[in-house]
Each structure stands twice: as structure tokens, then as C-alpha cells.
């Protein structure tokens, strides 16, 4: 029996970061999970990059922003007004897009590498947990090893600029965050 697949609101850090953004993205297209994310999020994410990678331009930004649609059309989730959550605390209120988000999406988890702004206490009336992409990667790969391991060896494949050897994607894995996700495929 199979179990349905995790509904992931992807906060604007996880889809920042090229190698976290991939997997999770290669894991929807598997069937493993089923990515949702914002308008706000992605505001966040062109503003980040447009910050931090002045080398990207505005075309490409647009062409990344489209291949995210493509590969998950459902995934945009529009927030409504009459769902707030103000009253929740928040450790730090610019996140409460995310959690409203979340809710709203009825996700399962909201991946994001910033869990102290997500404290179980907080999410869980709302009926929500957060976790790393690491560790969702981990739980995943602990279960489908064969199929985790085949489910990074295609996105390391795609990988064409500089392509990257096995041993190369572990180390930009391990920078990336992915630390144990990266363990367990060494």
C-alpha cells in the first residue's frame, strides 16, 4: 500500500538554493510530493536572487520562474483574506505568509532551512510541521533508497554547466545544506 505523497510548502530559502529547489522539484515530478508555494514566496526568491546573483538577468529569471510553473502547474497557491493568521506568534512576523500559505495549500510540512522561525508549538493546531529539505530528503531516502538514489543521479545528470562528477554534486550538496541527504548517497 502507498501512502499519499507529502503536500511541501517550499519557503523562498529552499527554492533559492538550486540544489534543494531540483530535488524537491525532481521529487514532484516522481510522484513523491506535491510542491505548493506562494506569489510572496516567489516575490522573495526573484528578490534574493536578483540580489545575491547580479549575474542572472531578467530573462533568465523570467525563464526559472516559468520552468517552475511548468513542472508544477498546481503549485501556486493564492492566499485569501479571509484566512489569518494573525494571531499566531510568530518569532518573525514577515513569515507568516509562509504559514498562511501552508494552511491554505493544506500542505503537510513547509520545507524551509529556517525551522526556528517555525516552532512545532506554533504549527501544530494549525496541523502543520516544518522540516529541513534535508531531512525531508533523508526520510524520503531512508525509505526509497534505490529510488532516492536514482531520483539525484537525474538531477546531477542535467547538470550541464560544468557538468559535475558523483563525488563534485556530494560536495555542492553538502554546501547547499544537504548534508545528510549527501551522506546517505556517499
Not at 547580479?54 to 503549485?75: G, I, K, N, S, V
Not at 547547499?176 to 548517497?185: K, R, W, Y
Amino acid at each position: 500500500m502507498s501512502s499519499r505523497p507529502d503536500i511541501l510548502f517550499l519557503d523562498a530559502n529552499v527554492l533559492y538554493s538550486a540544489c534543494s529547489r531540483d530535488l524537491l522539484i525532481e521529487a514532484s515530478l516522481g510522484g513523491l510530493c506535491h510542491c505548493r508555494w506562494s506569489d510572496q514566496v516567489l516575490s522573495e526568491v526573484r528578490i534574493a536572487l536578483h540580489r545575491k546573483r547580479p549575474d542572472l538577468r531578467p530573462p533568465q529569471l523570467d525563464r526559472l520562474f516559468h520552468l517552475l510553473a511548468l513542472a508544477c502547474p498546481e503549485a501556486l497557491t493564492r492566499l485569501r483574506p479571509e484566512v489569518s493568521l494573525r494571531s499566531l506568534p510568530l518569532i518573525d512576523p514577515a513569515d507568516a505568509h509562509v504559514i498562511q500559505g501552508a494552511y491554505v495549500a493544506r500542505a503537510d510540512v513547509i520545507i524551509t532551512f529556517n525551522l526556528r522561525h517555525f516552532p512545532r508549538r506554533h504549527l501544530s493546531p494549525l496541523g502543520l510541521m516544518a522540516m529541513t529539505p534535508d531531512q525531508w530528503l533523508l526520510a524520503k531516502a531512508k525509505a526509497d533508497p534505490d529510488g532516492m538514489s536514482e531520483l539525484a543521479e537525474r538531477c546531477r545528470r542535467r547538470l550541464a554547466r560544468p557538468p559535475l562528477s558523483k563525488a563534485d554534486h556530494l560536495k555542492v550538496l553538502r554546501r547547499s545544506g544537504l548534508t545528510q541527504f549527501a551522506d546517505f548517497l556517499a
